[in-house]
């Protein structure tokens, strides 16, 4: 079982991104966005349930939206209006709907800068 983010960038104030998370196999319930900044813990940015319900942190409301396409096992997370403080490695997960077991990939930079 794997996933692959990919999408991240380089990306001036005020940009956008689109990150895609595609899993091996079609057995994920909740699926998530988290970001890890340099010298700061993993945190949650945005999380969708199996079926479809998306949920934010304070700080993406508004300009992020998350989004699953369950025929291509993808995820998706349309970033808005970034900021520099939106820096980060970006990790995609989804926990296995049996097992209940949680998967990450492997990490996408995103780096927000003039």
């Known amino acids: 079982v794997q996933l692959q983010a990919s999408g991240g960038g380089l990306v001036q104030p005020g940009g956008s991104l689109r990150l895609s998370c595609t899993a091996s196999?079609?057995?994920?319930?909740?699926m998530g966005w988290y970001r890890q900044a340099a010298g700061k813990q993993r945190e949650l940015v945005a999380s969708i349930s199996l079926g479809g319900s998306p949920d934010y942190v304070d700080s993406a409301k508004g300009r992020y939206a998350i989004s699953r396409d369950n025929a291509k096992n993808t995820m998706y997370l349309q970033m808005n209006s970034l900021k520099p403080e939106d820096t980060a490695v970006y990790y995609c997960?989804?926990?296995?709907?049996?097992?209940?077991?949680?998967?990450w990939g492997q990490g996408t930079q995103v780096t927000v800068s003039s």
């Open positions: 997960n989804g926990m296995h709907a049996v097992t209940r077991a949680v998967y």
């Open positions: 196999v079609r057995i994920f319930a909740d």
